[in-house]
């Protein structure tokens, strides 16, 4: 039903905007971001709303220090860096600069820096920080997990179903919390029981984990949250449902972890997702559960449940906007509920003798004048959804014909070389087909390999019979980009060094698979009496197979297997690259230099491979009478296998 709100939110963020908006990903959803309310007089709309992320959406977070920009994350640490004016979407996913596989969650931790808002954290089983947006990445911890191989078994196993999804990572960052008052304290929460902290922005970690009472082992630690009120002081809620336990579990620091004590739970129904300290008051806390919004007027030592408007539905995430005093809500199965103005629950909490009184006003929030405008796309509600055709996007080539014939189109650049042909069966008066700036026809596909052709002067040529006409043509950049064409130029020349590389790689695994079949196809008509030939042949398939997966296709398995192989970096910066605005960042420089070195690697493999063990097996078949298969390596080779 249209009219019901089903949205499973994880996480939640807001902006400064008036009215503000806020962010969020949504299961098997992608991520959104739009308005908390509008001055229009149908409401807030689905249109209202725009997607800057797929796959499931995490964590969301505006960028205060580039409104124009905001970050989305989707399921194992796959992170975005979003353009709300242009829609660019640009993978800034770290890599391990010594090619370390990184284990991202399912949910990874995700935040930005209270203090600097060009700061962003995010977790693997590291912490790592970007100060530039995600253009380069530094890793500012050890190991944070308990790094317990027996639970980093999704390479091995999908458990009980080929699922196969990422959420099987285990022992991994899924909390970080960022001191509001401390520049260089960080907490981070792990999916394994860890709670670490540092005090010197990374330089040294200390595991409190043994210092929370009654804090049982291996237990999810889903929100860490330093207090915005005294600088010592930090929040920290557990939860252990996946082992069956619901126990309502909270705790509160104030020494930078060295003790600990536990919240009053007594009444509070099903487990913690997260916890919110309101910015303005110190006693008056919010708790997200499995089973609803509880509040408490009293810093924890006890808890009332919020029932006006919230039902018992799991809130997965909690935040007060710190200008407006709006509580938001994160849930999962009833979308995003704002609970408007949580004024009166601060002077609540800061004079309980108002409960006692006859009568009291509580101070409202500014009153703001807003014109209320027809609302956005329809007038009626009865009315259907219109969905326009745009504008093509690119080039609109127009040409006239003057009788009926098959035209050729071509467009030149400023060198004469082919961009883009089609063959265009013309009709008499005008024809138009539109190009979509990529490379086509019979141009050279790696002229623009993942992106748009580059701004500047290009002709167009239609030949129809034997008369041919030209016309120049202009490409521009987008008017809504400050990316330079130089810029564009280096991101060209990094892909097409790249995708030269992904050509060298995809020939060598070709040639690979060739002398495997080769050799398959040998011992499945070898005479019986050369079972010398026979164990050589074995012997060198079950090398050739273990080349394979590990350079290719990863081991036969039931988990994630196929994204740790070699060539897995050589694929690796095509995609960043090609979801990059400009010139490669630093974290894609280092993409690169791990493609071109895992390309080394294969092409050395696969050539020692073919010149040693391949060459010496051929000349073996040829010595014994056999004419080699063609997979083999031997020109000319024969697709028979029979002996002489």
């Not at 919004?293 to 906007?321: C, Q």
């Not at 120049?472 to 990094?494: C, N």
């Not at 070195?597 to 078949?621: F, H, M, P, Q």
């Amino acid at each position: 039903m249209e009219n019901l709100t089903f949205a499973q939110f994880y996480h939640i963020d807001v902006d400064n905007e008036v009215p503000f908006n806020v962010y969020g990903g949504l299961q098997d959803n992608g991520s959104w971001w739009g308005p908390t309310t509008v001055w229009e007089n149908k409401g807030i709309l689905n249109a209202h709303w725009r997607r800057v992320g797929g796959g499931d959406g995490f964590t969301v977070m505006n960028d205060f220090s580039s409104p124009d920009h905001g970050y989305s994350m989707s399921q194992g640490g796959n992170l975005l860096r979003f353009n709300k004016r242009t829609g660019v979407q640009e993978s800034i996913r770290p890599v391990h600069p010594d090619g370390e596989t990184l284990r991202f969650n399912w949910n990874a931790g995700l935040t930005v820096d209270p203090i600097d808002s060009t700061t962003i954290y995010l977790g693997s089983q590291f912490l790592h920080r970007s100060a530039d947006h995600g253009g380069s990445w530094d890793i500012i911890s050890p190991d944070l997990t308990t790094d317990d191989p027996d639970q980093q078994r999704a390479y091995q196993s999908g458990g009980l179903t080929l699922d196969g999804s990422g959420a099987e990572m285990h022992t991994t960052i899924i909390a970080i919390g960022p001191s509001h008052l401390e520049e260089g304290v960080i907490w981070v929460g792990t999916d394994d029981g860890n709670v670490q902290v540092t005090r010197d922005g990374g330089a040294t970690w200390t595991n409190v984990a043994d210092r929370i009472p009654d804090l049982p082992a291996g237990i999810w630690i889903p929100d860490v949250q330093p207090s915005r009120h005294e600088p010592g002081r930090a929040y920290v809620v557990a939860e252990d449902h996946r082992r069956g336990d619901w126990t309502p579990r909270a705790w509160v620091t104030e020494d930078h972890g060295e003790t600990w004590l536990p919240l009053a739970t007594s009444g509070i129904d099903g487990f913690v997702h997260a916890i919110e300290e309101d910015p303005e008051s110190p006693d008056l806390l919010f708790l997200g559960t499995e089973f609803g919004l509880y509040m408490s007027l009293d810093r924890g030592s006890s808890w009332n449940k919020y029932t006006s408007n919230v039902p018992s539905v799991p809130i997965r995430d909690l935040e007060v906007h710190p200008r407006d005093g709006d509580l938001v809500l994160g849930t999962h199965g009833r979308g995003v509920l704002i609970v408007d103005d949580i004024r009166p629950l601060r002077e609540l909490a800061a004079d309980p003798e108002i409960r006692s009184r006859a009568v009291h006003v509580f101070s409202p929030p500014p009153a703001l004048r807003a014109n209320i405008a027809e609302g956005i796309g329809y007038r009626s509600t009865g009315h259907a959804m219109q969905q326009a055709e745009p504008r093509p996007v690119g080039a609109l080539l127009s040409f006239w014909a003057a009788a009926e014939g098959e035209a050729r189109v071509e467009v030149t650049d400023g060198d004469g070389a082919l961009v883009f042909s089609r063959g265009v069966a013309a009709e008499p008066g005008v024809n138009r087909l539109s190009w979509n700036l990529r490379p086509g026809g019979d141009a050279d596909p790696q002229q623009f390999p993942g992106m748009e052709a580059l701004p500047g002067r290009y002709t167009v040529t239609v030949t129809l019979g034997d008369t041919a006409s030209a016309a120049g043509l202009e490409v521009r950049q987008d008017p809504r980009s400050t990316v330079t064409t130089a810029d564009l130029r280096a991101k060209l020349a990094a892909l097409r060094d790249m995708a030269r590389i992904g050509e060298d790689v995809s020939d060598a695994r070709d040639q690979l698979q060739k002398a495997l079949d080769g050799v398959e196809m040998v011992l499945g008509t070898l005479a019986s009496e050369h079972q010398e030939l026979r164990e050589q042949g074995t012997s060198l398939q079950a090398a050739l197979r273990e080349a394979m997966e590990r350079l290719f296709t990863g081991p036969d398995c039931r988990g994630l297997c196929s994204f740790d192989t070699v060539a897995d970096a050589v694929r690796a910066p095509m995609r960043a690259l090609g979801s990059a605005e400009g010139a490669p960042s630093d974290n894609e420089e280092i993409m690169m230099r791990q493609a071109e070195n895992a390309a080394r690697e294969i092409d050395e493999v696969v050539g020692s491979l073919l010149a040693g063990d391949v060459a010496r097996y051929r000349d073996a078949l040829v010595a014994a009478g056999y004419t080699p298969f063609a997979g083999l390596g031997l020109p000319g080779g024969g697709s028979g296998g029979g002996g002489s």
